[in-house]
């Protein structure tokens, strides 16, 4: 079948692999910013930075400290995510009574900081950050060769993508997010402190965008500008799922990298606009999005 | 107006009040809504506030709670000013509002919306002890929260705070929109709720129902307290009160 269409099955398995891979980076990072925007109604623009952020503090741990991989997959989302529920409480809080236009210059502001400082101290060649050592090497599949590691990522990233779901819709905790989400003054008048839930959303969101970046370290090389090729992207992804909805971040996210993964097999010149396309044709037939509620 | 002033006066013969309201104002952003409400609610009293559409009623519940942006005046509650603190503190403090629009969460299912309260106060009712109040609502556990009828969302609404362990209830208009039937198992809840010692601030239009099942009844008029009665002088005052209520 494959040979008919003059595509080798390691072509076409190694692209849908990396599909998957990409795809669950998209899932993890829109997952994020839905949860984000659901609740604080902020458009998190800071979202692709704080992902670069993560792959940055997990090399900073290793350079400086000589703290591994392990450590810094759990090290890395905390401290970026502490950072995340400074900035919330220090300058998100104060415009969340404004339009949401002023929340994504805000986060968009924050963002090129960061990255302007990042590229200012290290430089835009990127750092390398070696594969841990449990999970060097791969699994030759037959049909293509399947590296560890990056196998190890698309379901570490997943799982912790389903972990968020049955966070949000089957727990206590997550039955104050719902709540919230919908009227928080109610919420507010049975004895629950709303600000302060608004502030941990905010960093649990930035955390998974960092623990995204630790990740993607070994991957991709760690660079100042990786969020920011990465976050444009994702915006479309959480535009052809709907905002504020979990699952169709997370469906959505998977399955535009497989659809990437295969337009690079098909026809490659198409593979890094298909998605916009996508997002253009959904917006023309449901403007809500796949997943989306209609406000 | 002479019932009124006395407020401590009444507090001396009968107990320092669970509730004092004094010069209560309030506002919905620019317009002044409430002009200096002043009432008391002793412990284990029902009272209502009896009043024409937007003289100020659900609006003084709402001050009282700390939902209402700006406020001023004095809310003391067990003898603590809860005038400055922010909602949450007033209901960690155990006054619970059931809001007139009920505040069903419409994405949690009617176990979640139930359970949703935190509790702020030893002694609240048990899920089983409610479920024995309104047995519709153990039917519906696994429905959405707004897909229950409009009786069924009041008893949710009311049920849900009666876990918190909170004493002080402040019911809007549970009534409103209902058949008479469920208007009537309403009235046998306020009436279980007042043995069980529940202070509670009723607000309502139906004069009829209030006079079944409060004590003690306040008219508010343009933001306002204007006037008092108990149920017993109701019947001398039911031409006053039409006035009133312009009924």
């Given at each position: 079948?494959f ?10 398995f ?19 910013l ?9 458009i ?13 503090v ?14 810094a997959?759990?090290?890395?989302p ?9 900035v ?9 009574h ?11 502001g ?29 699994q030759?599949l ?6 560890n ?16 779901w ?7 905790l ?17 004895g ?13 969101g930035v955390?998974?965008a ?18 920011a ?17 979990i ?18 097999v098909?026809?490659p ?6 998605i916009?396309v996508?997002m253009?044709?959904v917006?023309?037939?449901k ?9 | ?7 401590r006066?009444?507090?001396s ?21 409430l ?38 005046g004095?809310?003391k509650?067990?003898g ?27 994405s949690?299912?009617?176990?979640e ?23 519709n609502?153990k039917e ?7 897909k229950?009828?409009?009786?069924e ?15 002080m209830?402040l019911?809007?208009?549970?009534t ?21 010692g529940?202070t509670?601030?009723l607000v309502?239009?139906n ?22 009665f108990?149920?017993?002088?109701l ?11 312009g009924?």
């Open positions: 079948m040979e008919s269409l003059g595509i080798s099955p390691q072509v076409f190694g692209q849908l692999m990396l599909g998957f891979i990409n795809g669950s980076f998209y899932a993890i990072l829109s997952l994020g839905s949860i984000i925007f659901g609740l604080l109604n902020i998190n623009f800071t979202h692709g930075a704080q992902y670069m952020l993560g792959a940055f997990a090399w900073m741990l290793l350079a400086y400290l000589g703290i591994g991989y392990w450590w997959l759990l090290l890395a905390i401290i970026v995510g502490v950072l995340g529920m400074i919330e409480r220090v300058l998100i809080s104060r415009l969340y404004l339009d949401h236009l002023y929340g994504l210059l805000l986060t968009f924050l963002a090129l900081i960061l990255q302007g400082v990042l590229r200012n101290a290290y430089g835009v060649s990127g750092l390398p950050y070696s594969v841990p050592p449990q999970l060097t090497g791969g030759n037959g049909f293509m060769y399947l590296p590691y990056r196998m190890w990522a698309a379901i570490v990233a997943l799982a912790v993508c389903l972990a968020t049955f966070l949000i819709e089957k727990t206590r997550g039955g104050y997010l719902r709540a919230a989400n919908e009227d928080p003054v109610m919420l507010g008048a049975f629950i402190n709303v600000p302060r839930m608004l502030t941990l959303t905010y960093g649990f955390a998974l960092a623990f995204a970046g630790v990740l993607a370290a070994p991957i991709y090389s760690v660079n100042p500008n990786m969020g090729d990465l976050i444009i992207i994702v915006f479309a992804v959480v535009v052809i799922g709907g905002m504020g909805s699952l169709g971040s997370i469906f959505t996210g998977l399955g535009l990298g497989l659809v990437e993964g295969l337009t690079k098909v026809y010149e198409a593979s890094s606009v298909v916009f996508i253009a044709i917006l023309l037939i403007p809500a999005g796949l997943f989306g509620r209609t406000v | 107006m002479a019932e009124l002033a006395p407020t006066d009444k507090g013969r009968t107990g320092t009040p669970l509730l004092a309201v004094e010069g209560l104002e309030g506002w919905y952003g620019e317009s002044h809504v002009h200096g409400v002043t009432f008391d609610v002793r412990e284990g009293e029902v009272v209502t506030l009896l009043g024409r559409n937007g003289a100020g009623k659900t609006t003084t519940l709402k001050a009282i709670m700390g939902v209402l942006g700006q406020r001023s004095s809310v509650f067990d603590q000013e809860m005038i400055g603190l922010p909602s949450r503190a007033i209901a960690r403090a155990g006054i619970a509002i059931c809001p007139e629009e009920r505040g069903i969460f419409s949690l299912s009617v176990e919306n139930l359970l949703l309260p935190p509790q702020v106060k030893p002694g609240g009712m048990t899920v089983e002890q409610i479920y024995e109040l309104f047995p609502l519906r556990l696994s429905s959405p929260g707004t229950l009828s409009g009786g969302q009041q008893m949710l609404a009311i049920g849900r705070i009666l876990r918190t362990g909170s004493k209830l019911l809007d208009e549970p409103e929109g209902l058949a008479p039937v469920i208007v009537k198992q309403i009235g046998r809840t306020i009436a279980k709720l007042k043995k069980e529940f509670i601030v309502e239009q004069f009829h129902f209030a006079s079944t099942v409060a004590d003690r009844h306040y008219v508010v008029e343009q933001g306002e307290v204007i006037d008092t108990t149920s017993e002088e019947e001398q005052n039911l031409d006053k009160l039409r006035a009133y209520l009924v």
